[in-house]
């Protein structure tokens, strides 16, 4: 993973409507960047998760934004009280629109970097090149635009791919080779790259959560926890047996067999899902098998 170059520009401000309606004295909400957020929304979670918050007499309620223009965006509407939002995006909003924001509090020491996964990149390089950010918009997006301007390339003359806080996670995925990141991404990627061992433990505790699931004396358990995603403990309790019957979650194998695979790629390409002209993605090529047996022998260990 290389570093291309880094950002100097202010990253992240609290911002709030300048002339905003009354608020309640011990209640406020406040957005935070990024779905996962981001590290800059950290410390609004330690100082909830801590009690500091309370112990100056407010109640706050955190909420993750896909981006931080969109958190700005959200403190304008009047649905969110304060926003941690990228400075240059806020400087766009008042300068062009004139809305009422105010900054009260600002991160002087910007963690920005414009990183490749291939060696040697240059910015002159990115031309037509696709680039992982937040959003069109966002606080990375408006970042990239600072790292291009250098070397003489503007936003429009890059492919932007949005992906919220997910930029990392791509680049490791191999979906995209370059991505505006965070400083905390780097390790990450640098750890992950070519390494399967990290996925293979993930597997490795889903085969486990499934062993756990399958075991009647868990099944209030599991239906207690299946009650995020909105389903009742009794609803989730009725149709769990039914999951487990079709064999729904993999417990025996990886679920990746070649026919059931091979049947999807031939639909695609019939329903016109795979363009014409263009080459069907072979088994092979989509599947990599070994990473169930690594999990399976982390297991007997």
């Known amino acids: 993973m290389t570093p291309t170059t880094r950002s100097h520009a ?19 909400s406040m957005a935070v960047p ?16 801590e009690g500091f918050f309370k112990k100056h007499g407010v109640e706050v309620e955190v909420r993750p934004f896909d981006s931080g223009a969109a958190a700005a965006q959200a403190v304008v509407s009047g649905n969110i009280d304060l926003s941690l939002s990228p400075t240059p995006v806020i400087v766009r909003m008042v300068s062009n629109a004139g809305v009422d924001l105010v900054g009260i509090y600002g991160m002087a020491n910007p963690d920005w970097l414009l990183a490749s996964t291939q060696p040697g990149v240059k910015c002159a390089d990115l031309k037509d090149q696709a680039v992982g950010v937040d959003s069109v918009g966002g606080a990375r997006a408006v970042a990239l ?49 070519g390494k399967k061992l990290a996925f293979a433990r993930v597997l490795a505790g889903l085969i486990d959560a499934t062993r756990f699931m399958v075991d009647p004396k868990n099944a209030d358990r599991v239906a207690n926890i299946a009650t995020v ?34 049947r999807v790629i031939a639909a695609e390409k019939d329903v016109g899902g795979i363009k014409p002209g263009k080459e069907p993605v072979a088994y092979e090529r989509l599947v990599d098998r070994g990473v169930w047996k690594d999990a399976e022998a982390l297991l007997k260990k």
Request: charge should be neutral; hydrophobic fraction near 50%; include cysteine.
């Open 229 to 262: 995603t909105g389903r009742t403990v009794q609803v989730a309790k009725q149709a769990l047996p039914h999951f487990y019957q079709i064999k729904y979650w993999p417990l025996e194998d990886d679920g990746l067999g070649k026919a059931n695979i091979d």
């Open 145 to 193: 635009a600072a790292f291009l301007r250098p070397c003489g390339l503007k936003v429009d003359q890059v492919k932007l791919v949005s992906l919220s806080s997910n930029v990392g996670a791509a680049m490791i995925a191999g979906q995209i080779k370059v991505g505006v990141l965070h400083t905390d991404d780097v390790p990450v990627l640098e750890e992950q790259m």
């Open 10 to 28: 202010l990253p992240f401000v609290l911002f709030a409507l300048a002339a905003g309606p009354a608020l309640a004295a011990d209640r406020v």
């Open 34 to 49: 990024g779905v996962p957020p981001v590290f800059s929304g950290l410390v609004a979670y330690v100082a909830k998760e």
